[in-house]
């Protein structure tokens, strides 16, 4: 193996990790850890993780799955303003669409 394959290699590890299902479940994580340890910067931070995922699932912001990570940003924005029931709520969309897809691909 080259070094030039190698570099391809990382290339390709990297763009897995960055839209791919590491990224989903960290987003995922971060969320919960930030509703649940009441830290607005964690679910903004899942927000920021999300945005390439959701940009690759929704054809480069063509459909509103461009949107979810909006609900991340809204569910930081509900527990700064100490509502912890409307923060949990905000998250559920990319819960459920994460669910959708990954039963989709587990099903195929």
């Given at each position: 193996m080259t070094l030039l394959q190698c570099g391809s290699?990382?290339?390709?590890?990297?763009?897995?990790?960055?839209?791919?299902?590491?990224a989903v479940i960290t987003s995922i994580l971060l969320s919960i850890a930030g509703i649940r340890l009441k830290k607005p910067a964690l679910l903004i931070a899942s927000g920021?993780?999300?945005?390439?995922?959701?940009?690759y699932i929704s054809n480069g912001f063509r459909?509103?799955?461009?949107l979810l990570p909006l609900f991340q940003f809204a569910s930081a924005y509900a527990?700064?303003?100490?509502?912890?029931?409307?923060?949990?709520?905000?998250i559920t969309p990319v819960i459920m669409v994460s669910a959708a897809l990954a039963y989709a691909v587990l099903t195929q």
């Amino acid at each position: 193996m080259t070094l030039l394959q190698c570099g391809s290699d990382m290339t390709e590890i990297l763009v897995q990790i960055i839209f791919g299902w590491p990224a989903v479940i960290t987003s995922i994580l971060l969320s919960i850890a930030g509703i649940r340890l009441k830290k607005p910067a964690l679910l903004i931070a899942s927000g920021i993780i999300c945005i390439p995922f959701t940009y690759y699932i929704s054809n480069g912001f063509r459909n509103p799955a461009a949107l979810l990570p909006l609900f991340q940003f809204a569910s930081a924005y509900a527990l700064t303003r100490d509502r912890q029931l409307i923060a949990w709520l905000l998250i559920t969309p990319v819960i459920m669409v994460s669910a959708a897809l990954a039963y989709a691909v587990l099903t195929q």
